[in-house]
């Protein structure tokens, strides 16, 4: 499965933007998509995850209720909306994809950049 990072930018402090991540090559009812950034200097922080099916989702503690993850069976498309965006979001958001029997995530995306100013 190949994966497409979108939706990133820059933006105030506070605002919301919504990432996408569409897939391709085959559906992903057989796989878990994550939600991963990382900044300059630091190790890929887990954002959040949703399995496909039967849409178990989890969240990283400290993003819970700014941060939603969803889903687009329709689009094969996983959506990770932020809300009240903060300074310390700024980085590269990736999104990648294990199949559900699988440990690993070894099919990414290429990120996109989400810069928040204050």
């Known amino acids: 499965v190949q994966l497409q990072a979108s939706g990133g930018g820059l933006v105030q402090a506070g605002d919301s933007l919504r990432l996408s991540c569409a897939a391709s090559?085959?559906?992903?009812?057989?796989?878990?998509v994550g939600w991963f950034r990382q900044t300059p200097g630091k190790e890929r922080e887990f954002v959040a995850s949703?399995?496909?099916?039967?849409?178990?989702?989890n969240y990283a503690d400290s993003l819970k209720g700014r941060f939603t993850i969803s889903k687009d069976n329709a689009e094969n498309t996983v959506y990770l909306q932020m809300n009240a965006v903060k300074p310390e979001d700024s980085a590269v958001y990736y999104c990648?994809?294990?199949?559900?029997?699988?440990?690993?995530?070894?099919?990414w995306g290429r990120g996109t950049q989400v810069t928040v100013s204050s």
């Open positions: 990648a994809a294990r199949l559900l029997y699988s440990r690993d995530y070894n099919n």
């Open positions: 949703l399995a496909w099916s039967p849409g178990v989702i």
């Open positions: 090559g085959r559906s992903l009812s057989n796989y878990i």
